[in-house]
């Protein structure tokens, strides 16, 4: 099933196979769009940094952060709300990241840092902030529309690595973004559909989970966001209950739920996402806890990133997560794309 999906249209154009597919050529087109603005930005004197935005215009955001967490000098805060920290002022950078320019809580966070006196740049396919932006004559990253906005991750994260780039924020492998859009490029062929299951990690990857829970876990400020989107990759496009977390705080809680039903228990198949960059005291803390896990749940999956870098390592787990919960969806007899809840939710809302 998984090696003959083009019975089924999934690799049509604008299908969730292809827009995966097309993720390193939107990372680099994201780059090419963005260094024009980023380039005529002038940043004064900043001391924190706020990105606003919800759902997969967030999770950019929380990657960057996550990315930043051990270099940078002034805090980043990622921000989900209609209103802005009681810090934010003429020293803050606000990075307001709306896919389609028109969500709420995005635009009312925008007028509140406007008010505040902060520095501002947006990130938008056009809509209300784009308008906004205008005519308060703030610097537009302009990206191109029409994208499941979980799909368009590449245009929300590069313009993102590229404004801290332009403000001096180091990160690791963002100076040459040539080297990670190429492992991408290499890594979309070898999860690709056209590879067989008995060589393709991916759909290996989505028949050990089809039939169980997972449950993602990360280690903090290297891998636990990557988790959040694993879990958001399953229940989107794969239509799967799916739950994350991350080390050391799991270890401080939700471990003793492994000392509980076991017939639940049964269900779980635990992954997780590791990297190269964990201390001595994380490595150890979490082989010990997966020793411990692995006698009571269906299974215990560690994956490696790909890559030499921080972002290359990051970009890697996002990609084998985005082909698995592609593939995962087959299996389930879901169609990637479809959002019905979430549309039948907005629509009861009113939105
Ligand atoms: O990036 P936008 O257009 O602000 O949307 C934010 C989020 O809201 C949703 O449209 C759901 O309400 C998500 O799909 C999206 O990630």
């Not at 090419?32 to 997969?56: C, R, Y």
């Not at 082989?287 to 692995?294: G, S």
Request: hydrophobic share 40%; glycine share 8%; with cysteine.
């Amino acid at each position: 099933m998984l090696d003959d999906l083009k019975i089924i249209g999934e690799l049509d154009k604008g299908g969730m196979f292809d827009l995966i597919y097309k993720f390193p050529d939107h990372c680099l087109e994201a780059v090419n769009i963005a260094k024009d603005v980023t380039s005529k930005i002038q940043f004064e004197n900043i001391l924190n940094v706020v990105i606003t935005g919800m759902g997969g215009s967030a999770i950019g955001g929380d990657l960057v952060r996550m990315l930043a967490f051990k270099k940078s000098s002034i805090p980043i805060i990622v921000n989900r709300d209609y209103t802005m920290p009681s810090f934010v002022g003429n020293k803050t950078f606000v990075i307001a990241s709306s896919y389609s320019g028109n969500t709420e809580e995005t635009l009312a966070a925008y007028d509140e840092a406007k008010a505040k006196g902060a520095q501002i740049a947006v990130i938008t396919t056009g809509g209300k902030l784009k308008e906004k932006a205008d005519a308060d004559n703030i610097p537009a990253i302009v990206v191109p529309a029409g994208l499941p906005p979980r799909a368009a991750l590449g245009f929300s994260l590069f313009p993102i690595l590229m404004l801290f780039q332009a403000m001096g924020i180091e990160i690791d492998g963002a100076a040459n973004v040539e080297k990670p859009i190429s492992l991408l490029k290499k890594m979309r062929d070898d999860y690709s559909p056209k590879t067989p299951e008995k060589n393709n990690p991916a759909k290996q990857l989505a028949r050990k989970l089809f039939g169980k829970i997972p449950v993602i876990y990360g280690t903090a400020n290297l891998t636990d966001v990557v988790a959040a989107r694993w879990k958001g990759q399953m229940n989107e496009n794969a239509k799967h209950p799916a739950f994350f977390n991350a080390f050391p705080e799991l270890d401080h809680n939700e471990i003793m739920g492994y000392e509980g039903d076991i017939d639940l228990l049964k269900m779980l198949e635990i992954i997780i996402l590791r990297s190269p960059n964990e201390s001595e005291r994380m490595k150890k803390r979490i082989e010990i806890t997966r020793d411990i896990l692995k006698e009571k749940v269906a299974g215990v999956t560690e994956i490696w990133p790909q890559g030499d870098s921080f972002l290359e390592h990051t970009l890697s787990h996002i990609m084998l997560g985005d082909y698995a919960s592609a593939y995962l969806a087959i299996l389930n007899n879901k169609d990637p794309k479809e959002i019905d809840f979430i549309d039948k939710l907005k629509e009861q809302m009113g939105d």
